[in-house]
């Protein structure tokens, strides 16, 4: 599970070859066929993505399979998220059949001669945001951990969130993405993220310091800002100052 705007793709590459079967960016496909591929009787599979968690969580435990999840600031998820639809809107003629782009294309218009570095453009952007979009953008982490797929995000998803994630095998979070990878080999008991890295947009730590400061967006993700200062101050005490070496 790595709830991002951008799938990992250089990491992904590197990954599903090491595996017989692998679905990557899995949320893209129906949620019955999520399911099929879940069950799938094969013992060598990887699956990453956004899959829900309250639907196809129970049998991916059923099945055995080894379960991770990756958190990230979610600030900077949105930031990043918002880069992603700039490029998008300049792309949108040739990436219609592009899983990625379908996802977010009810959000194109929102970047419409909004200027990034502009904390009034963007509070001006969030302001008119229509329904849809709102509950598209709302706190995508705990609608991934914590809702069913028809469920709209709420503040006690938050608690059935956290409730899930300790059932994952692991969990971790982005600024501490080295010693998640060390953890996670050990637990496939194979080097498969070794030496691995993460890929972010130019400007999104940037950009978020920017959303960090504007009130209407803290409500938008209102949700993921408590599950994530949760899950980070348990991945904190997990590993303790001095963290996980090699």
Known sequence: MEVGAIPQVKLMRRVIDMFDLAYPVVDRFPLETVSSIIGS?????????????????????????????????????????????????????????????????????????????????????????????????????????????????????VSIALDNLAQFDLVGTRERFGEFSILLDALLGAPIFEGAELQTLPGAPELALILANIGLVADLIDEDIALYSFAA????????????HA
């Open 41 to 157: 009787f094969t013992s060598s599979l990887f699956v990453s993505g956004q899959p829900s968690w309250q639907r196809h969580g129970s049998l991916a435990r059923e099945k055995g399979f080894v379960t991770a999840a990756l958190l990230r600031d979610p600030f900077e998820e949105l930031a990043e998220r918002l880069i992603a639809l700039v490029h998008m809107k300049k792309w949108s003629e040739k990436a219609l059949g592009n899983s990625v782009f379908k996802r977010h294309a009810t959000l194109l218009n929102i970047v419409d001669g909004l200027d990034l570095g502009s904390e009034k453009s963007l509070l001006g952007g969030f302001r008119k945001l229509s329904a849809e979009q709102y509950n598209l953008l709302r706190s995508p982490m705990t609608r991934a951990f914590g809702c069913s797929p028809e469920e709209e995000v709420q503040r006690r998803s």
């Open 233 to 244: 101050e348990a991945v904190q005490s997990g590993l303790g100052e001095r963290g996980v």
